[in-house]
């Protein structure tokens, strides 16, 4: 389990064909555990290992142990102390980029009266307002939204491909521009941990931004829209 990893239909069918492939060579006469252990488990690593960016991939084709994260869906209430976010003072439309399988947050403040959607490509059950969708190839409607929070979802991923130096680091820019592109005037995009680089590349005339320390090292951001 990593959440950091996509696996796209190409993936998945790369992955039929190992199955498939190992399946004919025991079919055809070859030992069970010379096709398991020869090509079946090798085969598997090296997929897991085209998983990741490029930079980390033949460090782990040989492992048999890829790791796993474990990360938790954190509460409505702390996701709103975090990024400091006062229900009842919102205004527009909400978007949460990275609502978790659950939409805490969305159903939350839906209950509240706010006007509350949420994407992620994990959402257990997609309603009018919950959608399962992947935040890079999501359409943000330009000059829609009042509030967008995304609370150790987006801007965690980005670092990591920052750090990886990873392929989809052209995505996560193009993807930031127009999530705060979808700002209303005087709308703002909250999140944690903060983009310096991204946020010091927004033209200071039609956006402000602040940060706050969350911990020791890591800090959130309110990115607001401050041209009509």
């Not at 009842?88 to 706010?114: F, K, N, W, Y």
């Not at 033209?203 to 940060?211: A, D, I, K, Q, T």
Request: glycine share 6%; charged share 20%.
């Amino acid at each position: 389990v990593n959440p950091y990893l996509e696996v796209t239909d190409t993936d998945v069918a790369a992955l039929a064909a190992i199955y498939r492939s190992s399946y004919a060579m025991i079919r055809s006469g070859e030992p069970t555990i010379s096709a398991i252990g020869g090509h079946h488990c090798l085969a598997l690593q090296g997929w897991i290992a085209a998983l990741y960016p490029k930079r980390l991939r033949e460090a782990l084709r040989g492992s048999s142990k890829i790791g796993s994260l474990a990360y938790s869906q954190y509460s409505a209430e702390l996701q709103l102390r975090t990024l400091r976010i006062d229900a009842d003072s919102i205004e527009g439309q909400v978007l949460d980029i990275g609502c978790g399988p659950t939409a805490v947050l969305v159903h939350h403040l839906r209950l509240l009266g706010q006007d509350a959607w949420g994407i992620d490509r994990n959402v257990i059950r997609s309603t009018p307002y919950l959608k399962a969708a992947n935040w890079l190839d999501f359409l943000y409607p330009r000059r829609s939204y009042g509030l967008i929070a995304s609370h150790l979802a987006f801007s965690s991923h980005f670092l990591y491909h920052i750090s990886s130096e990873s392929e989809h680091v052209p995505r996560y820019r193009a993807a930031y521009q127009n999530i705060v592109d979808a700002l209303t005037p005087a709308g703002s995009f909250r999140y944690v941990p903060s983009l310096p680089e991204m946020e010091s590349s927004l033209p200071s005339e039609l956006y402000g931004v602040s940060r706050w320390k969350v911990s020791a090292r890591v800090s959130a951001t309110a990115v607001t829209r401050i041209a009509p």
